[in-house]
């Protein structure tokens, strides 16, 4: 199983990006997927999280209101729209797939198998 992300750049403060990752290997209809994130000598951290069908999302407090996960399963794919974008915001984004992911569980990191490499995001003021 391999994701792959992508859409990652340099944008002003205040920009869009939209990220996404691919999955090959094993259909992930039934798994849920996320978005962590990764800024120099801090900890990953949950960002966005969408349950099996789709029909379920989660937020981190930080990007709620300017950041939407979606996703299609009939392309094996997760996207992440990232809105009104901050400084703060800089990390290197990765996406996560599981399919044993449970709703307490869902912003943590250890719940998810299969992870993409990762793909920087870098805000300037």
Known sequence: VQLQASGGGLVQAGGSLRLSCAASGRTF?????????QAPGKEREFVA??????????YADSVKGR??????NAVNAVY???N???PEDTAVYYCAAGSGVILTSVRMSSAYDYWGQG????VSS
């Open 29 to 37: 209809s039934r798994g849920s997927m996320a978005w962590f994130r």
């Open 49 to 58: 999280a969408i349950w099996r069908s789709g029909g379920s999302t989660y």
């Open 67 to 72: 950041f939407a996960i979606s996703r299609d």
């Open 80 to 82: 992440l729209q990232m």
């Open 84 to 86: 009104t974008l901050k």
């Open 119 to 122: 793909t920087q995001v870098t």
